[in-house]
Nanobody, 124 residues
Framework: QVQLVESGGGLVQPGGSLRLSCAAS????????IAWFHQAPGKEREGVSC????????FYKDSVKGRFTISRDNDENTVSLQMNNLKPEDTGVYYC?????????????????WGQGTQVTVSS
């Protein structure tokens, strides 16, 4: 399986921005659907955005629409999540994963690989 490494997390004030990156080794991410998941403290991991490999379709969880943008860089073999106008409820660990169920209705981990996660803290 492909190995994923997330980076870019940190501490940011409400309204600030962060750019998370999901990098892969060994295989090209261009052939994989990729999703970003958010695990808030004490809660289950939830999909926030995904990008498909078959048609390039992109989907977002309602709470992040207009604030988060997912994108691929095939040359760098990364998938990024640009997060703007961050809110305290965006705090948590963010994970990327391959081969999710990626649709308008749902973003769910299915049978792929996880990264180790990167911590995002939104606080004043």
């Amino acid at each position: 399986q492909v190995q994923l490494v997330e980076s870019g997390g940190g501490l940011v004030q409400p309204g600030g921005s962060l750019r998370l990156s999901c990098a892969a080794s060994g295989r090209s991410l261009r052939y994989y659907a990729i999703a970003w998941f958010h695990q808030a403290p004490g809660k289950e991991r939830e999909g926030v955005s995904c990008i498909r490999s078959s048609d390039g379709m992109i989907f977002y969880k309602d709470s992040v629409k207009g604030r988060f943008t997912i994108s691929r860089d095939n040359d760098e073999n990364t998938v990024s999540l640009q997060m703007n106008n961050l809110k305290p409820e965006d705090t948590g660990v963010y994970y990327c994963a391959t081969d999710p169920i990626c649709s308008r209705a749902q973003i769910i981990f299915w049978d792929g690989s996880w990264g180790q996660g990167t911590q995002v803290t939104v606080s004043s």
